[in-house]
């Protein structure tokens, strides 16, 4: 990445106007045509190095309880075991670990009572040997900016 | 903590927010004809929403994988009440550590502490480790790097 894209970045992720067209003034900033901007932008969403252009809501505010599990799944049970969770709408983030607890995810919901179902049937599955539910006390620092 | 209900414009925004914004010259054109209204009022409640917390952070989300951050794990930690903020200080202050948490343990898990950390190499990530330990003292630590990404998904909250 040149340096022109790695500035374009950074003012993406962590200074995107609030505005009713802020490309204009991203492309003005960068003295870029608007469209050499729109271009520039498709091709790091095609390149897969943005994901999205948008907002992060804050979850607890709006209601949502959220919590990291871990499970211990048996080495030949990992791959069924990971698909029944990443096909949750709930699950945003799961992920296979070093650890004898191996596979880890993310859980939100409205209820209490959802999240209870969801672990339900997930100890039942094969080759779960334990989960590990594992709720916030304190958050200290959220920051999905990334340091280019 | 604020936790006033919304109104239904308020969430029709924050649903819109939680997608891809169109990337057009005018992104919330469309948006607010459907709701009947201008884009400044739109605009003017986007702001407000952040102002409120509700919106967290507004812009670009970057696939770090794809940044050259290809070494990613979380490191727990054990870490004793009396030590906790000093260790969430200086974990707060690093680049590489996007996310800092407390967390409840249980009986067969005793890390209370989280770091989630992005390093361009391996090497990056247990020089981070390296220095909480030496600056805290904290030597039960246990660093999960990531041997696979099954999902990653922004989350959407259906509101």
Known sequence: MNPKEKKLLKILQSEFPVTINPYREIARKLKLSEDELIKKIKSFKLRGIIRRVGGSVNAKQLGFKSVLVAVQVREDNVTKVAEFISDSDNVSHNYLRKDEYNVWFTFSARTIKQMNDFLSKLKRKRGVVDVLVLPQKKEFKINAEFVL | ?159
């Open chain 2, 1 to 159: 903590m604020k936790n006033k209900i919304l109104n239904d414009f308020q969430k029709e925004i924050l649903r819109f927010l939680q997608k891809d914004l169109p990337l057009e010259m005018s992104p919330y054109a469309a948006l607010a004809e459907k709701l009947n209204t201008d884009e400044t009022a739109i605009i003017r409640e986007i702001k407000r929403l952040k102002a409120q917390g509700y919106i967290r952070r507004f812009g670009a989300i970057l696939n770090h994988r794809k940044v050259g951050l290809n070494a990613n794990c979380m490191c727990v930690w054990n870490v004793p009440e009396q030590k906790i903020s000093k260790v969430a200080k200086l974990a707060i202050g690093k680049n590489q550590i996007s996310h800092c948490y407390l967390r409840k343990i249980s009986k067969k898990w005793s890390y209370n502490f989280y770091t989630m950390i992005h390093g361009r190499s391996k090497q990056e990530c247990f020089d981070v480790v390296a220095d909480l330990l030496a600056k805290t003292g904290v030597d039960d630590y246990k660093m999960l790097f990531t041997k696979k990404q099954f999902k990653k998904t922004s989350p959407e909250y259906r509101l």
